[in-house]
């Protein structure tokens, strides 16, 4: 299944966005459940709770709960992305 048909069939519109190379996400952490779809370069995000590190690159996707602490830091080529919130 592509990224598309994901973000369709779950009725979502997804949210272009790019970070340069290196640029830092502090911990963080959102009210609602978040897909998000890596373009292009990659990114590492990280879970603090668990301390998993999972890094995307083009054609990966992160379903992310709501509430759930993380930080991210993009590839050496910078990334671009897609995101929807549920």
């Known amino acids: 299944m592509t990224s598309e048909d994901r973000f369709a069939e779950e009725r979502l519109t997804p949210s272009p966005w790019e970070a340069g190379p290196g640029a830092t996400f502090a911990v963080h952490e959102h009210a609602r459940a978040k ?11 990280t879970l603090t709770r668990s301390g998993q590190d999972l890094d995307l690159s083009p054609g990966d ?18 990334c671009r992305c897609e995101e929807a919130f549920r």
Do not use: K, N, Q
């Not at 996707?61 to 910078?78: F, T, Y």
């Open 35 to 45: 897909l998000l779809v890596c373009r292009a370069g990659s990114i590492r995000f």
């Open 61 to 78: 996707w992160l379903d992310l709960p709501a509430g759930e602490p993380h930080s991210a830091v993009a590839g050496p080529s910078g």
